[in-house]
């Protein structure tokens, strides 16, 4: 997926009316900003606490994890307030970017109008929502739930304010009025067309979640708002449920306590690369095996390994090493393409590497044990790294090493030591939740705390003037994902309640071969969903869907859940689709098309290793 809900390239010099718009836009933008990541401040600071009281006093602190929740409901609508002012919300872009500048700006305006449809149907609903939470208390706090529920009519009207100021501030405004009026004039007709639906009856499953949701994703309109209009039609025009409903449901979807740890994972990815821990590790492995044919491919395989999943973003790990990596690379000689290819599919390969936020998600929606998915995810990962060091050997094979230094054995001790501090934390937090000695969330307080005294004290490489930006970023990145996820529980609802979920069961229960169909079915169809929706808005969408028919055809549920994230992670960075892939070649500052070829080498190691790991259930569950 791509941020940008608009483009800059639509936008005109700011004079003046457009200044003074433009400088009030800046002006909201900044104080949601900075009250976002003051919640994300305090969203730290009492897990933190909550941690300390239970582990070193020995006094748990019964309301900390209800405080938190209540800050984190806040923190999710004002990140993802922050996320569609930066255009940050994850969208579809591979066709958009190749319609005509003109018509790309257009597309754009069109995409943040369809956001604004949405927000300004549900503002009511979301309102009359936190109204009716007013009469339930608390239990540990004792107060109102408006406090809480109130977030999501506060969210909702700053994204409109925000919403408004950039339709007008980035176009001009015949641009924006032909936009909001193609958008105005397919709600009124699909208003219109309400007498018509009703009568077609499980055919407006295809109608809404399948065209509507369709266009929207290929033109560019953010997935959270495609999913959240398609469902709000659904409900709105052929059916009686109150738009209320829809509200409680997302409501329900972002609040999972699990959830929690979504943006603290996200801070310490951000503090990992800040404080200099993810540069010592590379450093490390280079030395290590800097002097073997096609080394430090190794060493960028290994080194996303160790970091993946801390910080909750593909591009945040890839970003943390590739840096790094990649000028020593180059000056080897390496093949640009071959690079931003092996870094791709890197991506891929350590989807399933605990911490992940996607088996955080997966076990917040369908309530698989967060220690059991981390357990289950290792292996996995490390035979798909291996089967890229296949490919990585067989390619560079003849390298010529004429050239290069082999690190002593004083430097690689010393670099090993040096990197100590940094090689622990990731071990820390995997053991910590495997072993079931604390939550993802309280490790993820932990693995803050510790990241941030091995950057003052070792590493001296703390930046105090990049916390207030780090955390914006955490604030707007977890608002994205849990909007999203929200967003896609609502659909899933809508979904289950129209009765698809028992027709898909007996579907598939009825195809030939049992588990074996019922795999092959899932990869293919999670490899599709992943080069499209990406992996956290495909698996809350479909994850209540198919768990259960996994479960039925007896399909273990951690086994079934790593087949599916990888290959969802294996769609996510296979070009021509796959936007993860451009991601990398960003990152890597490389031209796609050099990347086109080499990378199915390596994708084709990776399909192997899913239909082996489908094959074999032991690599999943064999530690568990």
Known sequence: MSGGVLLEAGSRPASGWRAVIGQVERGVGGCVEIAAAALAFGDIAILLSGVVARYIFRAPIVWSDELA????????????????????????????????????????????????????????????????????????????????????????????????????????????????????????????????????????????????????????????????????????????????????????????????????????????????????????????????????????????????????????????????????????????????????TTGAQTETVPPSIVLITIGSVTGVSIAALFTGGMLPGLLLGLALCLVVWWRYRKEDLSGIVRASRKEIWWSFLYSLPALALPIIVRTAVVEGVATATEVSTIGIAYATIVGIFVYRCFDAKRLIPMLIETAALSGAIVFIIGAATGMAWALTQSGFASNLATFIASLPGGQVTFMAVSILVFVILGSLLEGIPAIVLFGPLMFPIAHQVGVHEVHYAIVVVLSMGLGLFAPPFGVGYYTACAIGKVDPSLGMRPIWGYMTALAIGIVVIAAWPWLSIGFL
């Open 69 to 344: 929740g209540i800050f984190f409901l806040w923190l999710s609508m004002l990140g993802a307030a922050v996320a569609l002012r930066r255009g940050e919300h994850m969208r579809m872009t591979a066709f958009v970017s190749y319609a005509k500048p003109q018509t790309r700006v257009f597309l754009e305006m069109v995409a943040q109008g369809a956001a604004l449809a949405f927000l300004l149907l549900i503002a009511y609903p979301a309102y009359k929502y936190a109204g009716r939470e007013a009469i339930v208390s608390t239990p540990a706090l004792e107060i109102s739930n408006a406090w809480r529920a109130a977030a999501l009519p506060v969210g909702v009207g700053l994204m409109i304010v925000l919403a408004v100021l950039r339709l007008v501030t980035r176009a001009d405004l015949t641009t924006v009025a032909k936009a909001v009026s193609l958008v105005a004039v397919l709600c009124v007709a699909m208003w219109l067309a309400s007498p018509i639906l009703v009568p077609l009856g499980k055919l407006n499953l295809i109608v809404f979640f399948v065209v509507i949701v369709g266009a929207g994703v290929f033109a560019g309109v953010p997935i959270a708002f495609t999913f959240a209009l398609s469902t709000f039609g659904f409900m709105a025009l052929t059916t009686r449920t109150p738009m209320v409903v829809l509200v409680g449901r997302m409501d329900e979807g972002m609040s999972h306590m699990i959830l929690l740890a979504v943006p603290l994972f996200v801070f310490l990815g951000l503090l990992i690369e800040m404080t200099g821990m993810a540069r010592a590790m590379v450093r490390f492995l280079a030395n290590l095996l800097g002097h073997v044919r096609g080394g430090l491919s190794y060493v960028l395989i290994g080194a996303i390994y160790l970091v993946s999943g801390i910080s909750g973003s593909k591009a945040a790990d890839m970003a943390a090493i590739a840096p790094v990596l990649f000028p020593e690379m180059k000056a080897r000689g390496a093949d640009q393409g071959d690079l931003v290819a092996l870094l791709a």
